[in-house]
């Protein structure tokens, strides 16, 4: 058996195993000013939006795990986590209370990129988060990719390909947006865009100016607001932390091109908006809103989609990721099915229970006939009929 090293150094726990140390910082800021492993995460691991989230978020007990090369020392890995307890279980997880589409640890330029060297690295940090201080019982890392930038992802290794139940939608278009646009046919949407500029004033826009892109979020809360009241469901992306995450995500992110607000207007009233974050030729839709009946022989939410992606599409864009949810239109889209995965592993007996429930529930995702029973006995939308 390896030899084991845990210690603790000014405060912080240390965790030293074969070929790689763990350094949990408690501390967001803290950890962002010690990481110069340079790297790539997903477009969710951008220093905006985690530096947005942690600061929106503040109930939640940051856990930053910083893991190096024992030899070298150089900076292999950063895991964004939190501890939070719920029903008296202390839980590790990363920085998402469902805000967060993709998650991932950022990768150092000396990342592994075999099995055994990460798994080795999975052992350091389980290791670590098993000597906290404080305790923890059970780590949770959801809604993880196989692979970042084209990197295996090591913290996926723990677990199976497929067995998260959301997955992602990509939609990838090659360099001539008209031929995209003419395979979306049953969408008519050049019919809808002729239907939409018989308004007055009616016009697409990006939005370059954040005040403006802040004023236009205050609009998507209201119309999806009330679109979730018509559906008797409940909405909380307007309350104080995920309106404060948004906003500071459109605040700092709109004049550097992350954070793209976009809308469909007619002279002062808003049809439609879209809310997303690009890097480089990656683009993700985080949110949309449309003003609901009043225009809708138009297709306004399709519509304001399809004109955000022609005009990115301008700009270099290449692949749209029309984000987790299986909902009919992402597919009218073309969108290409990505699929994520969930790992649970008990830190301590108390996390047992909790890990059987759900290593049982990503079993039952295996027979979707089964498992679509189950859902709708439960009163949720089977997979893949979500509206």
């Given at each position: 058996m390896a030899i084991l090293?845990?210690?603790?150094?000014?405060?912080?726990?240390?965790?030293?195993?074969?070929?790689?140390?763990?350094?949990?910082?408690?501390?967001?800021?803290?950890?962002?000013?010690?990481?110069?492993?340079?790297?790539?995460?997903?477009i969710f691991q951008h220093f905006h939006w985690l530096d947005g989230?942690?600061?929106?978020?503040?109930?939640?007990v940051p856990l930053v795990a910083i893991i190096s090369d024992a030899a070298t020392d150089r900076q292999v890995a950063l895991v964004p986590l939190i501890r939070h307890l719920k029903g008296g279980i202390r839980?590790?997880?990363?920085?998402?209370?469902?805000?967060?589409?993709?998650?991932a640890p950022i990768l150092g330029f000396a990342a592994p990129c075999d099995e055994i060297e990460a798994r080795a690295l999975c052992r350091a940090l389980l290791a670590a988060l098993r000597r906290l201080p404080d305790g923890a019982d059970l780590l949770r890392l959801r809604k993880?990719?196989?692979?970042?930038?084209?990197?295996?992802?090591?913290?996926?290794?723990?677990?199976?390909?497929?067995?998260?139940?959301?997955?992602g939608n990509l939609v990838v278009v090659g360099d001539d947006f008209d031929a995209y646009r003419a395979s979306l046919k049953r969408m008519e949407l050049p019919?809808?865009?002729?239907?939409?500029?018989?308004?007055?004033?009616?016009?697409?826009?990006?939005?370059?100016?954040?005040?403006?892109?802040l004023a236009l979020l205050d609009t998507m809360d209201a119309q999806q607001h009330d679109r979730m009241k018509q559906l008797g469901l409940k909405f909380v992306l307007d309350d104080d932390c995920h309106a404060t995450f948004y906003r500071d995500i459109v605040r700092r992110g709109v004049s550097e091109g992350y954070?793209?607000?976009?809308?469909?207007?007619?002279?002062?009233?808003?049809?439609?908006?879209?809310?997303?974050?690009?890097?480089?030729?990656?683009?993700i839709l985080?949110?949309?809103?449309?003003?609901?009946?009043?225009?809708?022989?138009?297709?306004?939410?399709?519509?304001?989609?399809?004109?955000?992606?022609?005009?990115?599409h301008k700009e270099g864009v290449r692949q749209f990721d029309l984000s987790i949810g299986n909902y009919a239109y992402k597919r009218r889209f073309g969108a290409v099915q990505l699929p994520l995965v969930d790992v649970s592993i008990a830190l301590g007996w108390r996390g047992l229970p909790y890990v059987v429930r759900d290593l049982a529930a990503q079993r039952l995702r295996r027979y979707p006939r089964l498992y679509d029973r189950v859902l709708r006995a439960l009163g949720r939308p089977p997979t893949g009929e979500e509206k």
């Open positions: 090293e845990v210690g603790r150094l000014n405060g912080r726990v240390i965790a030293a195993a074969p070929g790689y140390h763990v350094d949990i910082v408690r501390d967001w800021k803290q950890a962002a000013s010690r990481w110069n492993g340079g790297g790539h995460g997903t989230w942690y600061r929106a978020f503040g109930t939640a839980i590790v997880e990363f920085a998402d209370l469902g805000v967060t589409d993709y998650n993880m990719p196989a692979n970042i930038g084209g990197t295996p992802n090591p913290l996926a290794s723990l677990g199976r390909i497929g067995s998260c139940s959301l997955n019919r809808s865009w002729r239907v939409f500029n018989r308004y007055p004033g009616a016009k697409f826009r990006i939005v370059a100016d954040s005040d403006e892109a954070a793209v607000v976009s809308a469909l207007t007619c002279d002062d009233e808003v049809v439609a908006t879209t809310l997303g974050i690009r890097r480089g030729s990656d683009y985080l949110r949309i809103s449309n003003a609901g009946k009043r225009r809708s022989n138009c297709s306004p939410g399709l519509l304001v989609i399809e004109r955000t992606m022609a005009a990115l």
